[in-house]
């Protein structure tokens, strides 16, 4: 584990699955399929996961999942081995598979960061919609003065007093 500017690395390459991987290859070919062999590693960056698979320089992966997108972050139990589970196709018990510690502490820093930055998230995206109904409430003001402004050059007397929504007027006021 290596920190650094808000950045955590944590080593979670599976070299006893991988061991298993090898010593029973031909009756399961995993050994072969891309992302099962190499060393694999979580960054946890400020805003984001980047998890890499580094394998013999021809079937590297680098994928980058934003904290409020990945989906559930458990521990994985498989027979006696333990490992972090991540909603989205992630899996590894690191190590020997044996040190629940080092995969306790993953998956509490993770889960940290899923709750910090997914809220932040939230909060980021419902401002942003507050602050596009101000516009939408404030240009429906100009519109509904623009409207009165033709109606009465026009010398057309409106029907009906147009006022906004009371719900839409409420906003405006906040």
Same mark, same amino acid.
């Given at each position: 584990?290596? /920190?650094?500017?808000?950045?955590?690395? #944590?080593?979670?390459?599976d070299t006893m699955c991988q061991c298993i991987h090898v010593a029973t290859c031909p009756l399961t070919f995993m050994a072969v399929i891309p992302g099962i062999m190499g060393t694999k590693t979580m960054h946890l960056e400020p805003?984001?996961? %980047? #998890?890499? =698979?580094e394998c013999l320089g021809c079937c590297? /992966?680098?994928?980058?999942?934003? #904290?409020?997108?990945m989906g559930e972050v458990h521990k994985v139990d498989c027979c006696c081995c333990k490992g972090v589970g991540v909603? %989205?196709?992630? !899996?590894?018990?690191?190590?020997?598979?044996?040190d629940e510690a080092y995969v306790d502490k993953v998956l509490e820093d993770l889960k940290a960061r899923q709750r910090?930055?997914?809220? /932040?998230?939230q909060i980021q995206k419902t401002e942003q919609i507050k602050a596009e109904m101000d516009t939408l !409430?404030?240009?429906?003001? /100009?519109?509904?003065?623009? =409207?009165d402004l033709l109606l009465k050059q026009q010398g057309i007397r409106a029907p009906v007093e147009l006022e906004p929504p009371a719900t839409v007027a409420s906003m405006a006021m906040h």
């Open positions: 584990m290596a /920190q650094g500017g808000g950045t955590t690395t #944590y080593d979670i390459t805003e984001e996961l %980047r #998890y890499t =698979v590297n /992966q680098d994928r980058r999942i934003p #904290y409020g997108e909603g %989205r196709g992630i !899996t590894s018990c690191p190590g020997s598979g044996c910090t930055r997914g809220d /932040q998230a !409430t404030r240009s429906l003001g /100009q519109l509904h003065g623009k =409207v």
